[in-house]
């Protein structure tokens, strides 16, 4: 996913991508975009799915799925949480959900390493691919990925890397 915002000369520019996620119809985005949200004014967004098959960041490489556009003002409003039909191309009823909230000032970090004992097997030929994601919950109860490890190809004992997080990524600083 591409996030575009609209400037002062009401041009849409580039914000920011997601990562890429590779082979599913319905992808769980972990990145997340930080903005200053400015209540007088209409901060407009348009997000733009696309269907990466090629290394290449020039989107007219890519194929188009559809888009959004809303202001951050309509998500915030809504409880900080919207779900709206793609526009575009596509005649399939896709749906994008965004999600945004306040974040709080905390600048802790949080370094965490994790490792698996004894995981069942899960691949037909070998043993499993595993890797981890960590949800947060958020205020409307629905959750959101925040961070996912690497894949540990052909075992059952995996040890993943160490990471650090920020506490306002992982809990927005909340650690109650």
């Given at each position: 996913?591409?996030?575009?915002?609209?400037?002062?000369?009401?041009?849409?520019?580039?914000?920011?991508?997601?990562?890429?996620?590779?082979?599913?119809?319905?992808?769980?985005?972990?990145?997340?975009?930080?903005?200053?949200?400015?209540?007088?004014?209409?901060?407009?967004?348009?997000?733009?799915?696309?269907?990466?098959?090629?290394?290449?960041?020039?989107l007219s490489r890519h194929d188009f799925l559809?888009?959004?556009?809303?202001?951050?003002?309509?998500?915030?409003?809504?409880?900080?949480?919207?779900?709206?039909?793609?526009?575009?191309?596509?005649?399939?009823?896709?749906?994008?959900?965004?999600?945004?909230?306040?974040?709080?000032?905390?600048?802790?970090?949080?370094?965490?390493?994790?490792?698996?004992?004894?995981?069942?097997?899960?691949?037909?030929?070998?043993?499993?691919?595993?890797?981890?994601?960590?949800?947060?919950?958020?205020?409307?109860?629905?959750?959101?990925?925040?961070?996912?490890?690497?894949?540990?190809?052909?075992?059952?004992?995996?040890?993943?890397?160490?990471?650090?997080?920020?506490?306002?990524?992982?809990?927005?600083?909340?650690?109650?």
């Amino acid at each position: 996913a591409v996030l575009f915002v609209q400037n002062a000369d009401q041009k849409y520019v580039e914000f920011g991508r997601t990562e890429y996620i590779k082979d599913t119809l319905n992808p769980n985005f972990v990145k997340a975009f930080v903005m200053p949200y400015v209540f007088e004014e209409c901060q407009r967004l348009r997000f733009k799915i696309f269907d990466i098959d090629s290394p290449s960041d020039n989107l007219s490489r890519h194929d188009f799925l559809g888009q959004l556009d809303c202001t951050l003002g309509e998500i915030l409003s809504q409880g900080g949480r919207i779900e709206k039909p793609l526009k575009g191309i596509s005649k399939k009823k896709s749906r994008i959900i965004v999600s945004a909230e306040e974040v709080n000032p905390c600048n802790d970090l949080i370094t965490m390493a994790f490792c698996g004992i004894h995981l069942d097997k899960k691949d037909f030929f070998g043993k499993s691919d595993p890797f981890l994601v960590f949800y947060r919950m958020n205020n409307d109860g629905s959750y959101v990925a925040v961070h996912k490890t690497e894949v540990i190809k052909n075992t059952l004992n995996p040890t993943w890397k160490q990471f650090t997080i920020d506490a306002k990524k992982l809990c927005n600083g909340d650690y109650t």
